[in-house]
């Protein structure tokens, strides 16, 4: 049956097709940039026993489960929060929105295909070899990192109940190998002016003479996606948000004088009117090649610092470092602008 003596990054192509809240799909696209996509099968197996006998009574898949595990870097077409989680606008063609938050995405999912092609190819031309098809995935998890060193990317996982392989599938000749990117975002591509970080009193030192230098800044959520059952039917019958979900964003600086936040018994004192740390907003932008392209995250203005950790400067070199970890709570918006609209990279047939 295989032809292929192994799999590597240039024989695989990923296809995404939004499907609403009602279960219609949209037009499947090709995404752009995606660096790894990662499969994990598992059959939750429950074990049940009787009374008089030691051996196993008998085993039940209960419920087997497929996640999926997605690495995007951020290249000027539309990211994996829109592409996953958004459906479709419902337009002629339906295609993926270009704004968007996570309650008003919460029940659309996606259709993943992943084609296997010829590992003698010099990239993934002509018809697969094969194909794993996991339909009816819902978005479950984002993590966003904003790196000095490397590009800046978005990581997904979806979760489902499907997952299909076929040989040789027949209209899988949809890929372009010659593709480039839009706009390859590294630290440069940070639109820093056009952003709101949590500074101030209670939050990050900031001095307009001297603007802390951001070193890392990541994004994290956990979508939850509770299984709801209902009888007579195997699959779950809806993965909900679990809500309130908490958000995280770390902003990591290089330490120039210090923290300057105070603890003190006293602030938290009857007759105290002011407290150690106040909520704040944050938005963050990246920018593609042209004045449009533009990708904003807003978190809203109710980020509270939980946490701060000042480390490095030890004999061995390097500089102190500072972390600042803000928590908020179901806020998260995307609005995509320019080339950040595009769905799909280009592809030879549809």
Known sequence: MATNKRIFYATQGVKLTPVDSAGAEGTAFIPGGIQSVGINTNYNIERVFQLGQLELYDTIENNPEVQVTLNKVFDGTKPLFLMTMGGHDGENPPVAPNSGSIVEFQNNRVNLDLYVHQDT??????????????????????TYTFPTDGNITEECTLVGNTKTWATNPADSDVFSTSVNAKGLARRWKFAYDSCIFPTGSGAIPYDPTNPTPFSNITINFDLGREAVYTLGQYVPYLRYVNFPLEITTEITSIAQDGDFLNIDEDTYSCESATVATVDKPIRLVVCGTGSEDKLTIDLGDKNKLQSVNYTGGDTGGGNVQISYSFTTNNTFVM????????DASPVSEE
């Open 335 to 342: 609005s995509a602008g320019g080339s950040f609209q595009t």
């Open 121 to 142: 190819n010099q990239g993934t031309t002509g018809n697969a070899l094969s194909v794993v098809s996991c339909t009816g995935l819902y978005a479950s998890s984002f």
